[in-house]
């Protein structure tokens, strides 16, 4: 069951990316205290989420803090190393926290997952973005297609 309006982020430990360091996080420690952005994108290095999804949030994460967003948080169905030189090449910086979900595991905790298989990229994370406060899910925007619209940074600034 995909998560929800109203709903619990799920308390699991996650591999996330800081300034090219990767560490152990759980996900209450990180996605649970204050208003925190988290998105999610199919993969790092490909063109929409290289040359916009991920840009966006770089280009506007003071503006978004200044909303009151205490975190920014990215996560993609990639191993650690590939998080962390997508962080570097897109000078990411502290500006946005880089979750490397390898296995899907909290991508499919979360219930957005897809099957990308017939592209030779496996099993992937849905175009997302969500608001959380204290961990719990104030608002939701799955894409519906391959566009980038409802996650986008534009959309999160109208709703933050």
Not at 59 to 88: P, Y
Request: charged letters at 20%; aromatic letters at 6%.
């Amino acid at each position: 069951m995909a998560i929800e309006v109203g709903s619990k982020i799920p308390n699991m430990q996650l591999t996330v990316v800081v300034n090219g360091e990767d560490k152990e996080s759980a996900a209450s420690e990180l996605l649970g205290n204050g208003k925190v952005i988290l998105f999610g994108l199919p993969g790092a290095f490909t063109p929409t989420c290289s040359d916009y999804h991920l840009p966006g949030f770089v280009m506007h994460a003071q503006e978004l803090k200044e909303k009151g967003v205490a975190t920014i948080a990215c996560l993609s169905v990639n191993d650690a190393f590939v998080m962390s030189a997508w962080g570097r090449s897109q000078n990411v910086e502290d500006h946005v926290v880089l979750i490397a979900d390898g296995n899907a595991e909290f991508t499919k905790a979360l219930g957005l997952d897809m099957d990308a298989t017939s592209f030779g990229m496996g099993i992937r994370s849905k175009r997302f973005a969500m608001v959380l406060q204290d961990g719990i899910v104030t608002h939701l925007a799955v894409e519906p297609g391959s566009g980038l619209e409802v996650s986008s940074v534009e959309a999160l600034l109208a709703v933050v």
